[in-house]
């Protein structure tokens, strides 16, 4: 059974920055996609980005697309999301999850990590 753990949340001013990271760990697993969602208040959850692990290729919500980055650290199982210039409207639970193969959706989640931004 494969835990993801997030941390990196926290209270930021508007124009900070903030990076998330979430480890993955199990005995055995498969690791084909991983996805960072966030949930704002009283919102659906929503997507945010998502990193192929072979390969590294990327995918940006347009509403982070040019401030947030994804990345991955296959040596320690672990996916970052750096996010730049946040906005008030950033702030939600943002959630890591991962798809352990193609053409499937996400079965494993993280318990969530907040993400408040301040104007």
């Known amino acids: ?3 993801l753990i997030e941390s990196g949340g926290g209270l930021v ?3 900070g920055s903030l990076r998330l ?3 993955a760990s199990g005995r055995t697993f498969s690791v084909y996609r991983m996805g960072w969602f966030r ?3 009283g919102k659906e959850r929503e997507f945010v ?3 192929i692990w072979s390969g590294g290729t990327t995918l940006y919500a347009d ?3 040019g401030r947030f980055t994804v990345s991955r650290d296959n040596a320690k199982m672990t996916v970052y999301l750096q996010m730049a210039r946040l906005k008030p409207e950033d702030t939600a639970v943002y959630y890591c999850a991962l798809a352990p193969y ?3 959706g996400y079965p494993t989640w993280g318990q969530g990590t907040q993400v408040t931004v301040s104007s």
Request: charge should be positive.
């Open 1 to 3: 059974q494969v835990q």
């Open 13 to 15: 001013q508007a124009g």
């Open 21 to 23: 990271s979430c480890a």
């Open 39 to 41: 949930q704002a208040p």
């Open 49 to 51: 980005a998502h990193i």
């Open 63 to 65: 509403s982070v697309k």
């Open 102 to 104: 193609a053409g499937q």
